[in-house]
T-cell receptor
Framework: QKEVEQDPGPLSVPEGAIVSLNCTYS??????FMWYRQYSRKGPELLMY????GNKEDGRFTAQVDKSSKYISLFIRDSQPSDSATYLC???????????FGGGTRVLVKP | DADVTQTPRNRITKTGKRIMLECSQT?????MYWYRQDPGLGLRLIYY???????NKGEISDGYSVSRQAQAKFSLSLESAIPNQTALYFC???????????FGPGTRLLVL
């Protein structure tokens, strides 16, 4: 079993809908949680970063962490075709420690 | 200019050949990483280096070696390429204890 599980999708939604993405993990030592966005033929770029449990909001993006359930989520409101990409969750146990990535979820927002 | 560059961007090679992928960064970061990406498997860490004199194996280092020639340069070598090393390879950098890693554009490698 992988340490971090993520549904590969694809997840297809109409423009303007809410996109809901999630990852589950097995290592209770993880404390730092990230979401990366990767466009086709590009490197991943950091989208959201959260420490420990709780919510974090940045514009149309909201990241949630539930450490008791070992479950993290990313919500994209008012989705746009430009949000079409692969979204990767990543996590680590300590600051500056190496990251463990999920397999990524491909998202397609249709105009 | 891009902060993290990788060369070549695409490479086709044959089984048994030695190949080197290069990564350079202008961000001044001390930490550098090499990952491979395969469909559905996300990014898996091959090697990482926290400074010029520090090299560490990641989860899938077999068949690979690295060289940190300078703070700004980190090379990945496949000593004898095999077909299952066909993948997308990414270099990344970070600074100190910060979690953010900055990725290069990737090298698409095909081993025939």
């Amino acid at each position: 079993q992988k340490e971090v599980e993520q549904d590969p999708g694809p997840l297809s939604v109409p423009e303007g809908a809410i996109v809901s993405l999630n990852c589950t993990y097995s290592n209770s030592a993880f404390q730092y949680f990230m979401w990366y966005r990767q466009y086709s033929r590009k490197g991943p770029e950091l989208l959201m970063y959260t420490y420990s449990s709780g919510n974090k909001e940045d514009g149309r993006f909201t990241a949630q962490v539930d450490k008791s359930s070992k479950y993290i989520s990313l919500f994209i409101r008012d989705s746009q075709p430009s949000d079409s990409a692969t979204y990767l969750c990543a996590m680590s146990a300590a600051a500056g420690n190496k990251l463990t990535f999920g397999g990524g979820t491909r998202v397609l927002v249709k105009p | 200019d891009a902060d993290v560059t990788q060369t070549p961007r695409n490479r086709i090679t044959k089984t048994g050949k030695r190949i080197m992928l290069e990564c350079s960064q202008t961000k001044g970061h001390d930490r550098m990483y090499w990952y491979r990406q395969d469909p559905g498997l996300g990014l898996r860490l091959i090697y990482y280096s926290f400074d010029v004199k520090d090299i560490n194996k990641g989860e899938i280092s077999d068949g690979y070696s690295v060289s940190r020639q300078a703070q700004a340069k980190f090379s990945l070598s496949l000593e004898s390429a095999i077909p299952n090393q066909t993948a997308l390879y990414f270099c990344a950098t970070s600074v100190g204890a910060e979690e953010t890693q900055y990725f290069g554009p990737g090298t698409r490698l095909l081993v025939l």
